[in-house]
């Protein structure tokens, strides 16, 4: 059974960082595609980055330039280094592996 948990969520001011980590438990976790994706309130969801299990990337518009996916196979955790923050980055973020399974989720809140 997969597990997912996020962590590294807050409140933050415009123009600042945080870093975002999603820790997976369960069998063959490094093989999979992982992803974050974000829902704003009222907002359907939507991805943020993908990242293979090879290290290729992919970003949203939205944050391309701001926004940087990683991950560490040997630990089984994902990370999203968020910089230059912006209000409409406020969401609850969410880990996501091989598109089947969801963490629960940190929100992340940007406001002065």
């Known amino acids: 059974q997969v597990r997912l948990v996020e962590s590294g969520g807050g409140l933050v001011q415009p123009g600042g960082s945080l870093r975002l980590s999603c820790a997976a438990s369960?069998?063959?976790?490094?093989?999979?595609?992982m992803a974050w994706y974000r829902q704003a309130a009222g907002k359907q969801r939507e991805l943020v980055a993908i990242?293979?299990?090879?290290?290729?990337?992919s970003y949203a518009e939205s944050v391309k330039g701001r926004f940087t996916i990683s991950r560490d196979n040997a630990q089984n955790t994902m990370y999203l280094q968020m910089n230059s923050l912006k209000t409409d980055d406020t969401a609850v973020y969410y880990c996501?592996?091989?598109?089947?399974?969801w963490g629960q989720g940190t929100q992340v809140t940007v406001s002065s």
């Open positions: 996501n592996l091989g598109i089947k399974y």
């Open positions: 369960g069998s063959r976790v490094s093989s999979y595609t």
């Open positions: 990242i293979t299990s090879i290290g290729i990337t």
